[in-house]
RNA sequence: GGCCCGUUCGUCUAGUCGGUUAGGACGCCAGGUUUUCAUCCUGGAAAUCAGGGGUUCGAUCCCCCUACGGGCUACCA
């Protein structure tokens, strides 16, 4: 593969918040492009004025940089082919589809939507659709069954009209796919599509191929849903006379729902508990708010290495990846054909995992905010040693407040499932002995305590879970939690047998 | 309906020159470590490679058909 002058693109549409699938299509351009010293380039594709979401573009932005997916042009800091945005490049495609008007490979079409409605009732036949293209287009309003005055006519009185594509007849369209291999496709099955909209703007068809040239792109890394317009898009490219610069196509799987089929959707996250956006987002009109990776407690390199896994593989057993690994290990062709079904609970492994890696110091900034909020003060040094205790067990970053609350706060109530598990004949006896012996030692250390401990449950001849047990529960007010002797000593002597009477009494 | 794409453990996948006890990971189960819960360690169950035909001494791998699943089929991307 000639990897000079690589060139990919991320366009999506700001009709909405990114998902999953779209974060994924971002990430392999993304890992393609830095693979090869290329440009990573985003373009918004917002010519559908009718579908624009307020707060979409910036939310696209937002949650790719969250991803650390940086652009080399963009809306924000532009580029050697600016502007990035399709509403603003409307006088390009003007031009461009002039020249398929002169070529005689467009035509202009002033069917409305009634007429296309009556046409699609009566032109069918039995199980055949209606299909606007070589069999009934000259059955149609457009200039191909009108005469020249008339078209011209009707454009002087202010007609409203769109352009379309003129599929040539009994043609066999060939592309090889990066992903799939070669894929043919009868142009006699293609409709004539609507390249030019009459509201001035085009549709994606003519502007993406005329974006991707002008913008040099040399791989277009798009979702499965483009292949059956790939062919349209390659006709566009010989019409113009570009098919020698014609970018790489290469249409990777589809990301599925994790029970049933079809396409993965923000439904299926709500109804099965979990984020399908990276980023938290409320929608403007209803107000709805759909939950984010980044609320959740995800950390943006676990999500990452947990998409990149989801349809691509190194080919070797490796399953955790930084993103310079990624960048190293990423090919187009390790790219799985069919559809993976998403798994939110490996998603979930994934965090635990980085977790576990991230140094204290890291996950101190996502909980201390959490401290703040609940109105407690403490220590940046003690902070990081109950993080250190606690981390190899939490799984998002909200649990790391969840998990480190009895260090803050002594118990307000005692989980009785567990006193009844383990309160014996004797318990508090023991508890209030072992408490009194505890007060007395200096210092009130690991080591100090652990040998108090040895002396006294051999003294009494029972088992050490006999007096941990309960302890844990006096002072945590459940079954949880790192080793009860680092929790002593890290609540300090006075706080630790406080609890312990405390707890004796109210238990 | 038409066109296109796909099909290996429940899930993500390895397997790319046809000969493997079909490997790994998540999840699940069991045991061990531990003062608890987790972590961690060990082990286990789990795929007649969608089905049927070929080609071949031999097919997960090559060819064909069928089934099933998915995508597309807008003046949406």
């Given at each position: ?40 380039i ?9 579908r ?29 082919h ?28 002033f069917?409305?939507?009634?007429g ?142 994790p ?9 299926d ?32 390199d ?26 190293a ?5 390790r ?30 900034n ?21 993080i ?13 407040w ?15 499932q ?13 508890v ?6 505890a ?34 529960l ?7 939690g ?17 609890r ?5 009494k109210?238990?």
């Open positions: 593969m000639n990897t000079a002058g690589i060139r990919v693109r991320f366009a999506p549409s700001p009709t909405g918040p990114l998902h999953l699938g779209g974060v994924r299509t971002a990430l392999y351009n993304y890992l393609f492009a830095r693979k090869f010293n290329g440009s990573f985003l373009r918004i594709e917002d010519t559908d004025q009718n624009f979401v307020p707060g979409a573009e910036e939310y696209i932005i937002k949650s790719l940089q969250w991803c650390g997916l940086e652009f080399d042009e963009d809306v924000l800091k532009g580029g050697p600016a502007p990035y945005r399709q509403s603003e490049r409307s006088v390009i495609y003007k031009e461009y589809i002039q020249i398929l008007l002169d070529k005689s490979h467009a035509y202009i079409a069917d409305t939507a009634a296309l409605e009556e046409a699609r009732n009566t032109l069918s036949q039995g199980h055949e659709q209606f299909q606007y293209g070589n069999k009934t287009r000259l059955l149609m309003k457009n200039s191909l069954s009108m005469t020249a005055d008339e078209v011209s006519q009707r454009i002087e009185r202010g007609d409203r009209y769109v352009i379309r594509v003129l599929i040539p007849e009994n043609q066999t369209v060939v592309f090889h796919d990066l992903i799939r291999g070669e894929v043919k496709v009868h142009t006699d099955t293609l409709d004539d599509k609507v390249l030019f909209k009459s509201d001035g703007l085009p549709t994606y068809h003519l502007a993406n191929v005329v974006d991707d040239y002008l913008m040099k792109i040399s791989h277009v890394i798009r979702g499965e849903e483009w292949l059956p317009s790939a062919p349209l898009h390659l006709l566009l490219y010989r019409f113009f006379g570009w098919e020698d610069c014609m970018p790489q196509f290469a249409h990777l799987p589809l990301i599925l729902k029970d049933g089929n079809g396409k993965l959707s923000k439904r996250g709500d109804r099965l508990g979990f984020p399908v956006f990276p980023l938290e987002w409320k929608d403007p009109v209803s107000n709805d708010i759909s939950h984010g990776y980044k609320e959740d407690g995800y950390l943006p676990a999500f990452i290495n947990m998409l990149a896994l989801l349809g691509w593989n190194p080919g070797t057993e490796q399953e955790i990846f930084t993103m310079a690994e990624l960048i290990a990423f090919s187009l062709d790219i799985n054909k069919a559809g993976a079904k998403f798994d939110p609970s490996k998603a979930r492994w994934f965090n635990h995992k980085y977790i576990q890696q991230k140094p204290d110091e890291e996950l101190y996502y909980l201390s905010p959490e401290l703040i909020a609940n109105g407690i003060d403490a220590d940046r040094e003690h902070v990081l040693h109950i250190g205790l606690i981390k190899e067990r939490v799984e998002l970053l909200s649990d790391l969840k998990h480190s609350v009895f260090f803050f706060r002594a118990p307000e109530s005692y989980d009785q567990v006193k009844q598990k383990i309160w014996q004949e004797g318990t508090s006896f023991i209030e002995e072992f408490a009194i012996l007060s007395k030692i200096e210092p009130f250390d690991k080591e100090t305590l652990h040998q108090l401990i040895e002396e006294f449950t051999t003294a009494r001849k029972i088992k050490m879970g006999q007096l941990m047990n309960p302890l844990r006096l002072a945590v007010g459940s079954n949880q790192p080793g009860m002797m680092d929790i002593a000593v890290l609540l300090g002597k006075e706080e630790f047998l406080k312990i009477y405390r707890g004796l109210n238990i």
